[in-house]
């Protein structure tokens, strides 16, 4: 069964960081890419980061280029969303999923965590 965990989530004021991790368990991060998704109410669901398997690529937002960064950790099994320089307009929940390949569109992606959630206050 696969799992995912999200935790690093929190309030933090305009211009300071928070870094998300995502544990995951049933899957190796060999043959799966991680992707970052936020969203806010009301809103569809957006990509923000991703890791393809073996960190052979990352792909970033343009809204998020240059603040976050996105690594992982295969020995811990864990991907990590460093977040800096946050805008109030980061406010959302952030999920993380996984599928073979980063570049889907997040109805494509078939695992899931359960969200963290994320506040930037101006």
């Known amino acids: 069964e696969v799992r995912l965990v999200e935790s690093g989530g929190g309030l933090v004021q305009a211009g300071g960081s928070l870094r998300l991790s995502c544990t995951a368990s049933g899957l190796s991060f060999d043959d799966y890419a991680i992707g970052w998704f936020r969203q806010v109410p009301g809103k569809e669901r957006e990509e923000v980061s991703c890791i393809s398997s073996n960190d052979d690529n990352t792909h970033y937002a343009d809204s998020v280029k240059g603040r976050f960064t996105i690594s992982s950790d295969s020995a811990k099994n864990t991907v990590y969303l460093q977040m800096d320089s946050l805008k109030p307009e980061d406010t959302a929940d952030y999920y993380c999923?996984?599928?073979?390949?980063?570049?889907?569109?997040?109805?494509?992606?078939?695992?899931w965590g359960q969200g963290t959630q994320v506040t930037v206050s101006s």
């Open positions: 999923a996984s599928e073979t390949i980063c570049g889907l569109d997040w109805y494509e992606y078939d695992y």
